[in-house]
């Protein structure tokens, strides 16, 4: 079992700052990528922000050059620091690992419970 957790997630004013963490324990070997997706009322999941086990990084347009995502190797999380949040920007936020659970074996998806970000004044 792997398990995903996230913390952060809040009420903010429009223009706020607000950092959101994920831990990923459990049966891990070894972590290929990490990432970050959010879902508004009425609407899809979207891709937020990825980041590789090499340090390649991924935005969606919307919040390039707002939003930064990192991660820690060795802990297994992922940060995503949301700067100048708008309120489009309100959704539950999702972290997503894909990862080997044993040596050769296949990536699988993983997702945490999500987090909840509002963005109003």
């Known amino acids: 079992q792997v398990q995903l957790v996230e913390s952060g997630g809040a009420l903010v004013q429009p223009g706020g700052s607000l950092r959101l963490s994920c831990a990923a324990s459990?049966?891990?070997?070894?972590?290929?990528?990490m990432g970050w997706f959010r879902q508004a009322p009425g609407k899809q999941r979207d891709l937020v922000a990825t980041i590789t086990s090499g340090g390649r990084t991924n935005y969606a347009d919307a919040v390039r050059g707002r939003f930064t995502i990192s991660t820690d190797v060795a802990k297994n999380t992922v940060n995503l620091q949301m700067n100048d949040l708008k309120p489009e920007d309100t959704a539950v936020y999702y972290c997503?690992?894909?990862?080997?659970?044993?040596?050769?074996?296949?990536?699988?998806?993983?997702w945490g419970q999500g987090t909840q970000v509002t963005v109003s004044s």
């Open positions: 997503q690992a894909v990862l080997q659970n044993m040596r050769a074996g296949p990536f699988r998806n993983y």
């Open positions: 459990g049966n891990i070997f070894s972590i290929n990528a």
